[in-house]
């Protein structure tokens, strides 16, 4: 039997490689065991834990774990469990793999395959690089090493691994999977190796590399190793095997409700973030609102009211709105601090949301963790379906029929993908042609 993938995914963006999954955000029992029964091969649980510090970040997983067991009761097919977390080694790592271990568990192996092919990362010899202009640079000499709760010294993944986890796994004994043992069809015999929960890390440059891993780790499955896996989007592209999508990317603009003008809601501040949002403010047919964080929490509610109000207006004058936080990511005194202030951030904006013009055409909204909190809080969804990427690395996913904003089309757009100039280019696919008027008809 092919194994059913079920994702724990810490933020929304792991889906950013498949199409027509459901995407979960409540995980009592009676929701787990829908989408177990759902026809795609895989589903996603949305734990969006990248956001919360590392004690909740357990609980929250615990209790998803918890109730996967119960609805797992009486599934008999195999299954495989991912932890899916970013492609540049930022999250709860090893907290959410021990909990699924003590919980779902006990596995063979936990296995890091962190290589995001569409969005530049690959993994060579056991070290994992970002693709810089051409040139791979070891993501440890990132902006996203220097993240001031995740932060980390290596890209050598064994290594990594050993800071991780304080030394209790120590480098040397990390299992690794390198390209020339994958090329040698080694892979299989690799798997079969591995016992009693050891971590091993797997090398891919590319998605044939990670396409022939899949095929030896769905046979192991099936013949019943326990795998857990902490990994990035594209190794589950090679699981599902999932034919082309159901849009392509270059039509999702015929799914704007009514050809009417969207809202694009920008939350992250990483550098990309912000080459892409000022592009993105050059365009036609938008105008931007920015949010100053500063004056939160104070004055959070004058502020919500403000940015409604100037939506509402941009939206009757055909224009779409762009709200976007402050760029500058301000200092705290302590991890706790920074978690509560973000959160405090992202309620405001989820408080804008909620408060959205009825005849929206389209939504998008940049940064993982505020599209986690768009469609858990923002939209209020329980659950959603991908319909595919409308950029590479860039999720399109579709509200239902019975919602407020029934049918509407929502970009989820991580904060770290694509080029300066891909947030206009993902909202040039989907605004109306005769939505574009000058910034100048909003004076007016």
């Known amino acids: 039997m092919t194994p059913k993938i079920v994702v724990l995914d810490d933020d929304p963006t792991g889906s950013q490689t498949v199409h027509s999954c459901l995407l979960l ?3 009592d029992v009676a929701t787990l065991k829908t989408a177990l029964a759902d026809a795609a091969p895989l589903f996603f649980i949305l734990t969006n834990t990248r956001g919360m510090d590392a004690e909740r970040a357990a609980a929250v997983t615990r209790e998803v774990c918890v109730n996967l067991k119960a609805a797992l009761a009486d599934y008999s097919g195999p299954v495989l469990f991912v932890s899916r977390s970013d492609s540049t080694l930022r999250g ?7 909990v699924m271990n003590d919980v779902l568990g006990p596995f063979d192996a936990t296995l890091l395959t962190p290589a995001f092919f569409e969005g530049g990362r690959i993994t060579r010899d056991s070290t994992h690089y970002l693709m810089v202009d051409g040139n791979p640079v070891p993501t440890h000499e990132t902006e996203f090493a220097r993240d001031s709760v995740f932060g980390y010294r290596t890209a050598y993944l064994p290594g990594y691994v050993a800071e991780k986890t304080g030394g209790r796994v120590a480098a040397k004994e990390v299992a690794r999977l390198t390209l020339a043992d994958l090329h040698a069809s080694q892979a299989g015999a690799w798997l079969a190796a591995l016992q009693n929960n050891q971590v091993g890390v797997v090398d891919g440059e590319s998605a044939d590399d990670y396409r022939q891993f899949a095929d ?3 046979a192991a ?14 190794l589950l592209t090679a699981l599902a095997k999932l034919p082309p999508q159901p849009v392509a990317a270059e039509s999702f603009s015929t ?3 009514d050809r009417q003008p969207g809202a694009v809601i920008v939350g992250s501040h990483v550098a990309k973030t912000t080459a892409q949002l000022t592009a993105l403010l050059k365009e036609r047919g938008v105008v931007g609102l920015p949010f100053d964080v500063a004056r939160l929490p104070d004055a959070r509610a004058a502020v919500v009211d403000e940015l409604t109000t100037s939506i509402a207006h941009a939206h009757a004058s055909g224009l779409t709105p762009v709200v976007f936080t402050s760029r500058s990511e301000r200092q705290f005194a302590s991890v706790a601090e920074r978690l509560k202030f973000g959160e405090t951030v992202s309620g405001t904006l989820m408080d804008v949301v909620r408060r959205l013009p009825v005849t929206l055409g389209f939504l998008i909204s940049k940064g993982g963790i505020t599209s986690n ?6 939209l209020e969804l329980t ?3 991908v319909l595919g990427q409308i950029l590479p690395g860039v999720t399109v996913v579709q509200t239902p029929p019975w919602h407020r904003l029934p ?28 939505a574009q008027p000058s910034p100048a008809k909003l004076a007016a």
Request: proline share 6%; glycine share 8%; charged share 20%.
């Open 216 to 218: 030896a780790v769905l």
């Open 92 to 98: 709860h790592y090893p907290v959410e793999t021990d």
């Open 25 to 27: 955000t409540r995980w």
């Open 221 to 234: 499955a099936a013949s019943g190793k326990r795998l857990l896996f902490r990994s990035a989007a594209s």
């Open 255 to 257: 799914l704007v409700r």
């Open 383 to 385: 659950a959603s379906r």
């Open 373 to 378: 909190d768009v469609l858990s809080t923002g």
């Open 407 to 434: 049918q509407l089309p929502v970009v989820i757009f991580p904060g770290n993908v694509g080029g300066d100039g891909a947030l206009a280019e993902a909202y040039r696919r989907l605004a109306p042609s005769h």
